[in-house]
């Protein structure tokens, strides 16, 4: 069977819709998540999300649907305990985390299920998505880039400057919130595609791509967009042609190692460019200030300085390339240094 016979087969055709989707929604939050810094925080939720997982396995319900409950309020508990920036903060988030992956592990095992059935989410199984997974897959997506592109000047600010977007009289808790929501919508959409163990990655790399290239935070939002498009797409490509030669490869992994090829790829050309900009204006050129000029205390400017220099009795004081400088009037100038 030739690589077009292939995707011209049901599964492969959902396969390939859903790493589309899943693309361009996962780094579209993902550049919210890196400009605050918090570039491990899909992770974090992707272990919590286990938890949610073998809910659903446990009570035979959607375990989409359960996952998604459960990530959405781990992500909030985590900005709260972030937001409070207690001193255990991060004892707290660590518990959290580990708590959510043992939680899922364990609620599994009660379940009888057996460890292949959790598999599928930690590491992916985009082969096995069905039409269901995919309708949901396709309304989520929508929703987040949705709202990650028409809220972008609202969450630009809050994930740059929060106490700037607090003056400026933007709800700095609420789009808070809100970022970390999009961020466990994009981790339950993405398990089944490169699973909850590497979602984080998916969110990221293509973020840290296009910054190598890109000066502004919109440029950067919409490459990084395309970028996860090309590495799920590209990923789930390369493994469907290695398995024409007998390999089992998921497409999961090979989506994540596709990204990261494109980083080492991109990252001397960031590396040339930002020394090139460096070379061309390493300062800015700017004009001394216009000094203003004290009636009651006359001043004079010091030989090629362009300061202004005090007279004080006998000698004026005036600075000269970073050294204090004192003249005598009506002698020679006597030199001192004065940092």
Partial sequence: MTLFELFSVPFMQRALIAAFLVGVAAPAVGTYIVQRRLALMGDGIGHVAVTGVAIGLWTQTSPTWTAVVVAIAGAVVIEIVRERGHAEGDVALAMLFYGGLAGGVFVTGLAGTGASRLQEFLFGSI??????????????????????????????????????????????????????????????????????????????????????????????????????????VGGLVLAAALSRTGANVQPGPSIVLVALAGFFLVWPIGAWLRRRRALVAPFPETEPPEQPVDEEHPHQHGEKCGHVAVEHGDHVDYIHDGHRHAAHVGAEEEHYDEH
């Fill in 127 to 232: 082969l096995t998505i069905s039409v269901d997974d995919l309708l949901v897959t396709m309304a989520l997506s929508v929703v987040l880039i949705v709202l990650c592109v028409g809220l972008s000047p609202q969450l630009f600010a809050v994930s740059q400057d929060p106490d700037y977007a607090k003056v400026a009289g933007l709800p700095v808790r609420f789009y808070s919130i809100l970022v970390a929501v999009l961020a466990a919508l994009s981790v339950v959409i993405a398990m089944r595609t490169v699973g909850l163990l590497l979602v984080s990655a998916l969110m990221v790399v293509p973020v840290a791509i296009v910054q190598q290239l890109t000066r502004s935070f919109r440029m950067t939002l919409l490459g990084a967009m395309g970028a996860g498009l090309l590495a799920s």
